[in-house]
């Protein structure tokens, strides 16, 4: 090749990437683009290329590295075609981050347009563009209008670029933050005069506003968000859901402040997070509620409990402990069950597919995969892991010979046993978390394999076929051949839930504080458990407290309300039921019982009726259930539709929004 051919495919390179650049841009400021295109641009403008990686490292060394940034110069574009390459930020579930470029001079621009690829920085709106003589103008504009992330902290200098737009950045904050006080203000005086009992009837009104916040970088708590919105608005709420609106944008005070005017809820309820967390946002008079799906350490913090204020509320399946062991206020914790959405799409239970035997489970690892797991959480405590490797082979040869372990109390014997054998205090402090993650790790693996392989012969005794659902299990060596892939959450796993013959349960759990099992329901399917004797025992509790009255508290007024004849079977059973949950239970269960029944959830530990139709105790039975479902399709009918009616009542998201809404309102009705 010649210099002079060299040239000329350089100078059709520049033409290609500049007329990109153009196109790119005229699609967000064509009166810029004509600018550009009549501008003169030097060759030896002398405009250096700030360093990629020495930028780069500038912004990520940061407590919040994917914050807004601000790019003062185009300088030659190498920077901002870099930050155009990013990809979201896996790490915090898909964040990106937002740009602000700033670049007045037109030549500047136009130098760098020639020279680099930017169509990635004119194409994605989380490139905030303030560039050529409007800039200011632009920038201003801004600071008055939706503000949907914080201006930015940090800036990198590429090019040449006035002193002004550093100045103007500056006061552009001081707007922002103007505006936020002034929200602030307005909002407190909306709220100043209401009283509580105005509170409770705004609540109790038809259509009452409730405003929900979550954010879009937690995938859980998004979904979670959503549905709890949807049930509010299936019992007539207008619920309003606060999310970012792209994976740039970020809630802000200004924006959350927005919206507490815009909607003007009643309540305020958020997923994880209490109201302190952003003092001064949401006033006193508006109550708000906590739903704790996850002990975070916001949530135990030692000053957590301590700074609910008269209107907060906290609920959640296991708030009672938040009480006992975090200085929640008793008087204003409630306990809410775990929820279930109503199906997308209609969901009349059918005869199933008479085929299928359905078994969603993340939980693919072999019981060696899962020892492994707590060896690793162990550490270097070589006494620890010898420990931890013989009580796995005695759990191994119990279940080998048809046994099994069903309750955490069971397995912490066995670690104890296993203790003793290696020289250490059955009672030594480190016995009981070691035995917890046997529990959970690996016995919870034998004891869901087992019932697995069951279902695995008797579908192939049935002409059936077993199908896994989840990540892990094609690889798993005795039941990879049924593994079916990753089934997403939503109306697939619905359809298929309701479609097969049976959707399994195999975990050593009750049955309905398992998610998987009260989603399935809920989805018009049939659910085939395990049955465990401490699910049989806690149904005859269940039913000696069914003939108590309201106002018993506790296990000794139970006692006094019990016929005496009768008083030593009602013991038997409580003693039996804390020998299941193993020392150190210290909760009276008739208190912790008779406090849900206040609370409005007293059927929350009751079995979903028709239970020993749906359950089974072995391989036998399973085979018989299964049987069954096939054979008798009106009659599976009628129980699945019966079973989504019981499970809708009490844990639909509807029932579930409308309990706390009444809960609070009563609250706030009493302390008025």
Same mark, same amino acid.
């Given at each position: 090749?010649?210099?002079?051919?060299?040239?000329?495919?350089?100078?059709?390179?520049?033409?290609?990437?500049?007329?990109?650049?153009?196109?790119?841009?005229?699609?967000?400021?064509?009166?810029?683009?004509?600018?550009?295109?009549?501008? #003169?641009?030097?060759?030896?403008?002398?405009?250096?290329?700030?360093?990629?990686?020495?930028?780069?490292?500038?912004?990520?060394?940061?407590?919040?590295?994917?914050?807004?940034?601000?790019?003062?110069?185009?300088?030659?574009?190498?920077?901002?075609?870099?930050?155009?390459?990013?990809?979201?930020?896996?790490?915090?579930?898909?964040? #990106?981050?937002?740009?602000?470029?700033?670049?007045?001079?037109?030549?500047?621009?136009?130098?760098?347009?020639?020279?680099?690829?930017?169509?990635?920085?004119?194409?994605?709106?989380?490139?905030?563009?303030?560039?050529?003589?409007?800039?200011?103008?632009?920038?201003?504009?801004?600071?008055?209008?939706?503000?949907?992330?914080?201006?930015?902290?940090?800036?990198?200098?590429?090019?040449?670029?006035?002193?002004?737009?550093?100045?103007?950045?500056?006061?552009?904050?001081?707007?922002?933050?103007?505006?936020?006080?002034?929200?602030?203000?307005?909002?407190?005086?909306?709220?100043?005069?209401?009283?509580?009992?105005?509170?409770?009837?705004?609540?109790?009104?038809?259509?009452?506003?409730?405003?929900?916040?979550?954010?879009?970088?937690?995938?859980?708590?998004?979904?979670?968000?959503?549905?709890?919105?949807?049930?509010?608005?299936?019992?007539?709420?207008?619920?309003?859901?606060?999310?970012?609106?792209?994976?740039?944008?970020?809630?802000?005070?200004?924006?959350?402040?927005?919206?507490?005017?815009?909607?003007?809820?009643?309540?305020?309820?958020?997923?994880?997070?209490?109201?302190?967390?952003?003092?001064?946002?949401?006033?006193?008079?508006?109550?708000?509620?906590?739903?704790?799906?996850?002990?975070?350490?916001?949530?135990?913090?030692?000053?957590?409990?301590?700074?609910?204020?008269?209107?907060?509320?906290?609920?959640?399946?296991?708030?009672?402990?938040?009480?006992?062991?975090?200085?929640?206020?008793?008087?204003?914790?409630?306990?809410?069950?775990?929820?279930?959405?109503?199906?997308?799409?209609?969901?009349?239970?059918?005869?199933?597919?008479?085929?299928?035997?359905?078994?969603?489970?993340?939980?693919?690892?072999?019981?060696?995969?899962?020892?492994?797991?707590?060896?690793?959480?162990?550490?270097?405590?070589?006494?620890?892991?010898?420990?931890?490797?013989?009580?796995?082979?005695?759990?191994?040869?119990?279940?080998?010979?048809?046994?099994?372990? #069903?309750?955490?109390?069971?397995?912490?014997?066995?670690?104890?046993?296993?203790?003793?054998?290696?020289?250490?205090?059955?009672?030594?402090?480190?016995?009981?978390?070691?035995?917890?993650?046997?529990?959970?790790?690996?016995?919870?693996?034998?004891?869901?394999?087992?019932?697995?392989?069951?279902?695995?012969?008797?579908?192939?005794?049935?002409?059936?076929?077993?199908?896994?659902?989840?990540?892990?299990?094609?690889?798993?060596?005795?039941?990879?051949?049924?593994?079916?892939?990753?089934?997403?959450?939503?109306?697939?796993?619905?359809?298929?839930?309701?479609?097969?013959?049976?959707?399994?349960?195999? #975990?050593?759990?009750?049955?309905?504080?398992?998610?998987?099992?009260?989603?399935?329901?809920?989805?018009?399917?049939?659910?085939?458990?395990?049955?465990?004797?401490?699910?049989?025992?806690?149904?005859?509790?269940?039913?000696?407290?069914?003939?108590?009255?309201?106002?018993?508290?506790?296990?000794?007024?139970?006692?006094?309300?019990?016929?005496?004849?009768?008083?030593?079977?009602?013991?038997?059973?409580?003693?039996?039921?804390?020998?299941?949950?193993?020392?150190?239970?210290?909760?009276?269960?008739?208190?912790?019982?008779?406090?849900?029944?206040?609370?409005?959830?007293?059927?929350?530990?009751?079995?979903?009726?028709?239970?020993?139709?749906?359950?089974?105790?072995?391989?036998?039975?399973?085979?018989?259930?299964?049987?069954?479902?096939?054979?008798?399709?009106?009659?599976?009918?009628?129980?699945?539709?019966?079973?989504?009616?019981?499970?809708?009542?009490?844990?639909?998201?509807?029932?579930?929004?409308?309990?706390?809404?009444?809960?609070?309102?009563?609250?706030?009705?009493?302390?008025?």
């Amino acid at each position: 090749m010649t210099e002079g051919s060299a040239r000329v495919i350089e100078r059709v390179s520049l033409s290609d990437v500049l007329e990109r650049n153009l196109c790119a841009l005229g699609q967000r400021d064509p009166e810029l683009v004509a600018l550009v295109e009549r501008v #003169e641009v030097s060759q030896d403008r002398g405009e250096g290329g700030a360093d990629v990686r020495t930028v780069m490292e500038m912004l990520e060394d940061r407590e919040h590295p994917r914050e807004a940034c601000a790019m003062l110069g185009f300088g030659d574009g190498a920077v901002l075609t870099h930050l155009a390459s990013e990809g979201p930020d896996a790490g915090t579930v898909g964040t #990106e981050r937002a740009v602000f470029v700033f670049e007045p001079g037109v030549e500047a621009i136009a130098w760098a347009m020639r020279r680099a690829d930017l169509t990635g920085v004119f194409g994605s709106d989380r490139f905030l563009l303030f560039l050529g003589p409007a800039w200011r103008e632009r920038l201003r504009a801004w600071g008055e209008g939706p503000i949907e992330c914080a201006p930015p902290k940090a800036a990198a200098r590429l090019g040449a670029v006035d002193a002004d737009v550093v100045k103007e950045l500056g006061a552009v904050h001081e707007r922002v933050n103007e505006r936020a006080k002034a929200l602030e203000g307005a909002v407190a005086r909306r709220y100043a005069s209401r009283t509580r009992a105005e509170s409770a009837e705004r609540l109790r009104a038809p259509g009452a506003s409730l405003l929900m916040l979550t954010t879009r970088f937690s995938t859980v708590l998004c979904h979670s968000t959503e549905d709890f919105a949807h049930g509010a608005r299936e019992r007539g709420f207008d619920a309003q859901v606060e999310v970012e609106g792209a994976a740039h944008h970020r809630h802000t005070r200004l924006s959350l402040l927005q919206g507490v005017l815009d909607h003007d809820p009643a309540l305020v309820l958020q997923i994880d997070h209490l109201r302190a967390e952003n003092p001064g946002l949401f006033p006193e008079q508006l109550p708000f509620v906590c739903v704790i799906q996850d002990n975070l350490v916001n949530l135990t913090a030692p000053a957590a409990g301590p700074s609910m204020g008269p209107t907060d509320f906290a609920t959640g399946p296991w708030v009672r402990t938040y009480v006992h062991e975090h200085a929640y206020p008793a008087d204003r914790c409630f306990e809410t069950v775990r929820l279930t959405r109503r199906p997308t799409r209609g969901a009349a239970p059918g005869p199933g597919d008479g085929r299928t035997l359905l078994y969603v489970s993340n939980h693919s690892g072999t019981p060696s995969q899962t020892l492994g797991t707590v060896l690793e959480m162990v550490g270097h405590d070589d006494r620890a892991c010898s420990i931890a490797r013989s009580v796995t082979e005695r759990m191994e040869g119990l279940y080998a010979g048809g046994g099994c372990l #069903e309750n955490s109390s069971d397995v912490l014997e066995l670690t104890r046993d296993g203790a003793a054998a290696h020289g250490v205090d059955r009672a030594h402090p480190a016995v009981k978390p070691l035995s917890e993650l046997l529990a959970t790790h690996v016995n919870n693996a034998l004891y869901r394999q087992q019932g697995l392989a069951w279902a695995r012969d008797a579908a192939a005794s049935l002409g059936m076929s077993l199908e896994v659902y989840g990540a892990g299990w094609d690889e798993h060596p005795e039941f990879g051949a049924h593994a079916r892939g990753v089934i997403a959450y939503g109306e697939a796993l619905e359809r298929a839930s309701r479609e097969s013959a049976c959707c399994l349960m195999l #975990e050593p759990f009750f049955p309905t504080s398992h998610q998987r099992s009260i989603d399935a329901w809920m989805a018009g399917g049939l659910v085939l458990a395990r049955r465990r004797a401490r699910d049989v025992c806690q149904e005859t509790f269940m039913a000696w407290l069914s003939r108590l009255p309201d106002d018993v508290a506790s296990y000794a007024e139970a006692l006094d309300h019990i016929k005496h004849e009768d008083r030593a079977a009602f013991e038997r059973v409580c003693d039996e039921l804390r020998a299941y949950a193993g020392e150190g239970t210290e909760l009276d269960l008739v208190e912790v019982n008779m406090a849900r029944r206040r609370d409005g959830v007293g059927w929350l530990m009751e079995l979903p009726p028709e239970y020993r139709r749906w359950s089974f105790g072995g391989a036998d039975e399973l085979q018989a259930a299964l049987r069954w479902s096939v054979e008798g399709a009106d009659e599976r009918i009628a129980l699945c539709a019966r079973l989504q009616r019981w499970i809708n009542e009490r844990f639909g998201y509807a029932s579930g929004v409308q309990r706390i809404v009444d809960r609070v309102a009563s609250r706030m009705e009493a302390s008025a």
